[in-house]
């Protein structure tokens, strides 16, 4: 290989279109926004968020108008996640609301400029695009050639769309063998308050505790390069092979 040809496909590694997969948000729009500086987010990447927007950490309201720009500027593949599930069934009735404030869901309409005492007269102040996105733009999973995304967890004796929704949304991480695709599982929902995501080589969990005293992350899946932010607005960057 001479140098031009060398100096050329350097750069259109460097150019390529990415996919980037984040993890659990929990109302933690400093991280995010940190987080998506930090990682140089271009037009042509994939962004793939893994579900729990709302819910434990200070706006809520921020993350979901930001998750909703993005939507419009960016190619945005938004998961659903369980604090997604909790909050719609809130609306539902006085002790699904009592369930979802008990969980963080108090913070979310905090965020609104709301009083939890109101029932769930105060969710209906909540703006209608909120709603709309998270009813009607939140996926069950994704799949690329080589990974597939999900909130919580997955069966590796079935194919996604058999998936049940205790596995997809509430299941927790359980180091599970390779999926029957041959695919490698990126999901979040177990936090790893090491702050550190685990990687097993046939699944990855990126939820590493931004609503705590953790990160958020974000993965690149083809470089295995990992960016993590924090509400403070610190950020690091690490590898896969720096995972337990």
């Known amino acids: ?113 709301l009083d939890p005492e109101q029932g769930t007269e105060s969710l209906k102040l909540i703006p209608s695009a909120h709603w709309s996105f998270l009813k009607g733009k939140l996926l069950p999973y994704y799949e690329t050639n080589t990974h597939f995304f999900v909130h919580a967890n997955a069966d590796p004796q079935l194919e996604l769309f058999d998936q049940a929704d205790y596995m997809l949304y509430w299941e927790r991480f359980n180091y599970p063998v390779m999926h029957q695709s041959g695919k490698i599982m990126v999901c979040g929902h177990s936090s790893q308050k090491c702050g550190l995501p685990v990687n097993t080589q046939s699944a990855i969990c990126i939820d590493t505790w931004a609503c705590g005293t953790g990160w958020l992350t974000c993965l690149d899946v083809q470089a295995g390069i990992l960016w993590q932010a924090n509400q403070q607005g610190e950020t690091r960057r690490l590898s896969l092979d720096d995972c337990p």
């Open 1 to 113: 290989m001479d140098i031009e040809e060398g100096i050329e496909k350097r750069e259109l590694r460097t150019y390529m279109s990415r996919t980037l997969a984040i993890g659990d948000i929990h109302g933690c729009l400093h991280a995010l926004d940190a987080l998506l500086e930090f990682v140089e987010l271009k037009a042509d990447d994939t962004l793939i968020t893994l579900g729990d927007y709302v819910d434990r950490g200070p706006d809520t309201n921020g993350v979901i108008e930001k998750l909703i720009e993005l939507d419009r500027t960016h190619h945005l593949v938004a998961l659903r996640g369980n604090h997604e599930i909790m909050m719609l069934r809130a609306c539902e009735g006085k002790s699904n609301l009592r369930g979802w404030l008990s969980v963080g869901g108090d913070a979310v309409l905090q965020s609104y400029g």
